[in-house]
């Protein structure tokens, strides 16, 4: 389907789903949504399951919007009588008419039938979702949730409120993100699981490969664990002669819900710090100018050891402690941990690449335990020639079989929704998209 038919699809007022292969414009497309709505006074909520992806589009990662804290479903009833009674909860889901959901694939179906329980019970309505119209975004062929036990239901479309839902399905296939034919083809072969010997052989050339071009810029390093990134990011640390800053964090609270929250949150227990790091933000904090996945350098500190960061932007923020906490099901905060909402970035797991663009990378898959890992690692970049591939095993190139029994019934919903669309002369589009907008406000 052609981006512009997915965007008339939208303005009708459906709940759709946005789909195709990593670099069709997704994101895109989405931005040129909000852009329509934001032109008519109207503002979408947007809303992600990780920091960095949310950042894509300005949003806010679905734990936050909803008020979930570290909880990975909302099965307590008590949970959400607490949260009806919260003011500011109140007055964020009575002006939300729009919800935009991005990077689908990697969010559970526990979460995503918890943010139904939610918006149904503050919209005081049976409806999906409490009646708010519901734009899905991503491709199920990338990462999907992170789970400690292996599950029988993984995927977001396995909640039974995916199919209450009605969603228009509108699979894009016109790649922008990649022009090389070579990464093409081994993109699409991975997706429908022929990878080719030709494919094999291409990787294999790549393997160590030394980057032509050098300078300042450095590839950016994907790995598949944490312990890979941490090590990375030490070793680069210790390259720098700057003197270091060491980071201790405080806490209160019982130790139990301590360590669930170091467990659950990206935040380290002491942090070292120099002058010339690369960085990563580990909370949202947007009226400081940050959120979960912003990156940036350290270039100083101030009195008091507080790190100023540069970000892409060009803005240096002071970087102060913020806090992150646990409540019990009454609402009570149990536990509370201070910290300096900062990592070391020089590498990065590829579970927070997903979405990213990168003119280069240096990809280690050999040690890749999950199905996704290796096409959202290799879609990351532009063109083969962006390669620097440091080892690879049999898993890398796997996509999980039941996406790929899925793939060809979502295309196929895709071509109904687009002879659909034909089917409504341009008058009645229009008289549509407009009693559509009317009715958003005056809701």
């Not at 939610?118 to 979702?129: D, G, H, I, Y």
């Not at 022009?179 to 699409?188: E, G, Q, R």
């Not at 690369?278 to 100083?300: D, R």
């Amino acid at each position: 389907m052609k981006q512009s038919t997915a965007l008339n699809i939208l303005k009708l007022g459906n709940n759709v789903f946005i789909t195709g292969s990593a670099g069709t414009g997704k994101t895109y497309l989405l931005e040129q949504f909000i852009q329509y709505l934001k032109s008519e006074q109207i503002y979408p909520t947007v809303v992600a399951p990780t920091g960095i992806a949310a950042s894509h589009l300005k949003g806010q990662t679905i734990h936050s919007f909803f008020a979930l804290g570290i909880r990975n479903d909302v099965v307590n009833n008590k949970y959400i009588e607490i949260l009806l009674k919260k003011k500011y909860l109140q007055n964020r889901f009575s002006k939300l008419k729009i919800l935009i959901i991005d990077e689908i694939s990697m969010v559970s179906p526990e979460i995503f039938s918890s943010m139904d329980r939610v918006l149904s019970a503050f919209k005081n309505s049976p409806e999906p979702f409490g009646g708010v119209q519901v734009v899905i975004s991503g491709d199920f062929f990338q990462l999907p949730p992170v789970s400690i036990e292996p599950k029988e239901k993984r995927f977001a479309w396995q909640s039974p409120v995916w199919r209450e839902l009605e969603l228009r399905s509108c699979y894009l296939d016109k790649k922008f993100r990649q022009k090389d034919k070579n990464l093409i083809s081994i993109l699409d072969e991975i997706r429908s699981a022929t990878v080719s010997q030709k494919s094999h052989k291409l990787l294999e050339s790549r393997y160590r490969k030394e980057f032509k071009f050098r300078g300042k810029y450095q590839a950016t390093k994907l790995y598949t664990h944490n312990i890979d990134v941490d090590r990375i990011n030490l070793e680069e640390l210790n390259r720098l002669k700057t003197p270091t800053k060491l980071f201790k964090f405080t806490a209160k609270g019982d130790e139990k819900s301590i360590e669930k929250i170091f467990k659950t949150a990206l935040l380290l227990k002491e942090l070292s710090l120099k002058k010339d790091a690369i960085v990563i933000f580990i909370k949202n904090n947007p009226e400081k100018g940050y959120v979960n996945g912003t990156t940036g350098v350290v270039i100083g500190f101030e009195e008091e050891n507080i790190p100023l960061v540069k970000i892409s932007t060009g803005r240096v923020i002071k970087v102060v402690a913020e806090e992150w906490t646990i409540e019990s099901d009454t609402g009570e905060t149990v536990a509370t941990i201070s910290q300096i909402p900062l990592r070391l970035a020089w590498a990065i797991t590829i579970h927070k690449s997903q979405g990213m663009t990168l003119d280069r990378a240096e990809i280690d898959l050999s040690k890749t335990f999950e199905v996704g890992q290796g096409y959202v690692a290799l879609s990351r970049i532009k063109s083969i020639e962006g390669l620097r591939l440091m080892g690879i095993n049999e898993m890398a190139l796997r996509v999980d079989p039941l996406i790929l029994r899925i793939n060809n019934p979502i295309k196929e919903a895709s071509k109904r929704a687009t002879e659909e669309l034909k089917s409504i002369s341009k008058a009645k589009q229009e008289k549509q998209r407009k009693r559509y907008i009317k009715n958003i406000i005056e809701d």
